[in-house]
């Protein structure tokens, strides 16, 4: 087994990574920026190297400062988390040159799944469905009227090279298609420095569910049912659960077979996520896989009783998977709520300092945190300060347990989402499980009066 392992990321997440390596009996060394210095994630790792100044671009981001503080203290793997360069080829890639273990999948397998195009091609031809659109990239104004009116309107332009939302453009006519193609094109090489787009046809308000899979380096191969994170803003997920309300154990079989049968065919290894829009009638399609830790694996953790960390370091290590499809068991209804510092009606980042905290305890809760009292919210990153999570026997309990956490939950000194999402939990048709990823637009901000959203 490893005997130190180096974390390539800060906040809540590089805590929760450091709780897998004690109880594994794994040293840990924390990286961290000027900004970071006091933060919980430096003092219980059991060595640190500061990185570069706060700005990620500098530190967190920072390849040879990384790789460096690996050498320099003998780590013999990086666990990189999520966001920062979890999904970062080149990482794993260096990593495998110096002799230091990625805690990921192969290179080879991050960049083939991070190419949206090929990506697609690969779980098509791996046996899961897809909407209809564009073979591979478009290649020009032509081909691309062509593909649309081949499959409907409306249709969605995509970033090769996007994901997350980041680079897209609905298409509900011919007529603005030439426009928005050159919109998303140009958008994706200043984002991305890859101009490439496919187009895919559009499917209005579907709910997002996701599958966790792992894989070992002996072939074993197994998914660890859904979350449904139709509850989001912006791209940016505010709650997620396990198992989605709508979801059978038929089909929970079904995809998650498929989702094997696809992980294998591009011999998938480590932790990664396969993502689905569905619609009303419940037909599912794929969109992407991501091939990192997901922030929102906690609710996965709390129906299996599975630690996906544990499990990401020992299969980087070799060892085989804890169990087998067979062993994996779902039990109750888990919920999360992010916590970001923003206020709750404008979204506006609310950094500074928090002076009274209070975190929620009893049966069925978990807070997964970085800040304390009197610690300083910095700018320079997420605003996602907390994961409140919480299992029940089902899914009115958890909606029950969720409600009184988040009401003994106290953050003062700066704002908070925990208004939102006492509102969201108190929705009627979030209650019924009634959602989409348009369910989020009720919960914006009104525009003022005489305002231009107004008038539009
Ligand atoms: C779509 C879609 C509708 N039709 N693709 C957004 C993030 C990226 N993973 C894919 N996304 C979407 N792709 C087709 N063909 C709607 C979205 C989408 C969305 C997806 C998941 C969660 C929230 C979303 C919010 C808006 C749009």
Redesign the pocket.
């Known amino acids: 087994m490893f005997k130190k392992i180096l974390i390539a990321n800060r906040g809540e997440i590089a805590l929760r990574i450091i709780h897998a390596c004690r109880e594994l009996g794994i040293k840990t060394v924390a990286v961290y920026s000027e900004a970071d210095e006091n933060s919980l994630h430096v003092k219980f790792a059991d060595e640190d190297v500061c990185i570069g100044p706060a700005r990620s671009a500098d530190s967190y981001l920072n390849v040879p400062a990384i790789i460096s503080a690996a050498e320099i203290t003998g780590a013999d793997a990086i666990h990189p988390g999520y966001g920062f360069l979890s999904e970062s080829a080149y990482l794993a890639e260096v990593c495998a040159a110096c002799h230091i273990r990625f805690i990921g999948p192969d290179p080879s397998v991050i960049k083939l799944l991070g190419d949206k195009a090929r990506a697609r091609k690969a779980m098509k031809k791996a046996g899961l469905p897809m ?1 209809p659109g564009s073979d591979g990239p478009v290649d020009g104004e032509e081909a691309a009227l062509k593909v649309a009116k081949d499959i409907g309107y409306p249709v ?1 332009i995509k970033a090769v090279a996007g ?3 980041r680079g ?1 453009r609905i298409v509900r006519n011919p007529g603005e298609l030439p426009t928005s193609l050159r919109t998303a094109q140009r958008e994706a090489e200043a984002a991305f420095g890859n101009g490439d787009v496919y187009v ?4 209005e308000n ?1 709910r ?1 569910i996701e599958f966790q899979i792992l894989g070992d380096h002996h072939g074993n191969m197994i998914h660890l049912g859904e979350r449904e ?2 509850i ?1 803003r912006r ?1 940016q997920k505010l709650i997620e659960e396990s198992p989605s309300p709508v979801l059978s154990d038929k089909v929970r079989r079904k995809m998650g077979g498929l989702v094997v049968d696809a992980a294998r065919a591009v011999q998938y290894t480590n932790a990664g996520t396969f ?1 689905f ?1 569905m619609d009303p009638e419940g037909k599912f399609y794929y ?2 896989t991501n091939t990192r830790l997901q922030v929102e694996h906690p609710v996965t953790e709390m129906v299996t009783g599975l630690d996906i960390v544990k499990e990401q370091i020992r299969i980087a290590d070799g060892q085989r998977l804890s169990v087998r499809q067979s062993e994996v068991t779902f039990t109750g209804h888990s919920i999360e709520c992010r916590i970001n510092a923003e206020d709750p009606d404008t979204f506006a980042p609310s950094p500074g300092v928090i002076h009274a905290f209070n975190v929620p305890g009893g049966p069925g809760v978990r807070f997964d945190s970085f800040a304390h009292a009197e610690c300083t919210i910095s700018p320079y990153y997420d605003s996602m300060i907390a994961k409140l999570i919480v299992h029940g026997r089902d899914r009115r309990e958890a909606i029950a347990r969720m409600r009184r956490a988040l009401e003994m939950t106290v953050i003062e000194g700066i704002r908070t989402s925990v208004p939102l999402h006492l509102r969201i939990l108190n929705d009627p048709d979030f209650q019924a499980g009634k959602m989409s ?1 348009a369910f989020m637009d009720r919960f914006m901000p009104k525009p003022k009066a005489g305002s231009l959203a107004e008038t539009a």
């Open positions: 909407l969605i994901g997350g939302g897209m895919e046809k559009y499917l579907p997002h994170c139709s989001q791209h993502e829009l969109m992407e990823t």
